[in-house]
């Protein structure tokens, strides 16, 4: 089956600094999504991107299909952006599932 | 419009002992799914139905789990017997049709001693 990869797995950052996390992929997807998990344990949805670039607020993500990777960005960063990013996938064979990577553990400090 | 809705929220049973999740999706989404989250790890698909119909029980450990979506709305997930390694979140998530952008509920978060 398709293999996800986060990188950083952990990062701690100060109030305010900026970000990039990175999510590879090891075969060509039909369906792209960023998460965040937050402390209670909530999945939300940030983007849904199989490709190209998207922002919202403070939050911007950008996929390259052809390559298999997809990065997300988080400017000026507060310590409610606290918690665990996870990209998750959909290859054209696993009927909608989605598979995720193991997730960075992001920490900001006030 | 309302999100993904799961009860309860938090579960402690002993081993052997049976356990039922409930998920209510998106009105209106055709496709939902049950997902399952040990500590430290992502998660992890269980089961799919397109309506009431089953898509993908691959990763469904069958002899302690079941699942049901009789009128192609709500589900329940059910393990009996459990055991100490179904300690976990349990996630139901729902999309339009399969494919699409899927939205997750809160979770059952249970813990088995």
């Known amino acids: 089956g398709i293999q996800v990869e986060q990188s950083p797995p952990d990062l701690i950052l100060q109030e305010g600094a900026n970000s990039t996390l990175r999510c590879n992929f090891s075969?060509?997807?039909?369906?792209l999504q960023w998460f965040h998990q937050n402390p209670w344990g909530q999945l939300i949805n940030l983007f849904y991107?199989?490709?190209g670039t998207k922002q919202n607020g403070r939050l911007s993500a950008t996929t390259v299909a052809t390559e298999r990777y997809s990065l997300l960005y988080i400017s000026s960063s507060q310590t409610t952006d606290s918690g665990v990013y996870f990209c998750?996938?959909?290859?054209?064979?696993?009927?909608?599932?989605?598979?995720f990577g193991q997730g960075t553990i992001l920490t900001v400090h006030p | 419009e309302a999100g993904v809705a799961q009860s309860p929220r938090y579960k402690i049973i002993e081993k052997r002992q049976s356990v039922a999740f409930w998920c209510n999706p998106i009105?209106?989404?055709?496709?939902l799914y049950w997902y399952q989250q040990i500590l430290g790890q992502g998660p992890k698909l269980l089961i799919q139905?397109?309506?009431?119909?089953?898509?993908?029980d691959s990763q469904l450990p069958k002899d302690r789990f079941s699942a049901e979506r009789l009128k192609g709305v709500d589900s329940t997930l059910k393990i009996q017997p459990a055991k100490l390694e179904d300690s976990a979140v349990y996630l139901c998530?729902?999309?339009?049709?399969?494919?699409?952008?899927?939205?997750f509920g809160p979770g059952t978060r249970l813990t088995v001693l």
């Open positions: 009105s209106g989404h055709a496709t």
């Open positions: 139905f397109q309506n009431n119909g089953v898509v993908d």
């Open positions: 991107i199989p490709s």
């Open positions: 998530a729902s999309s339009p049709y399969t494919g699409n952008e899927q939205f």
């Open positions: 998750a996938v959909v290859t054209g064979t696993s009927y909608g599932k989605l598979t």
């Open positions: 075969d060509s997807v039909n369906n």
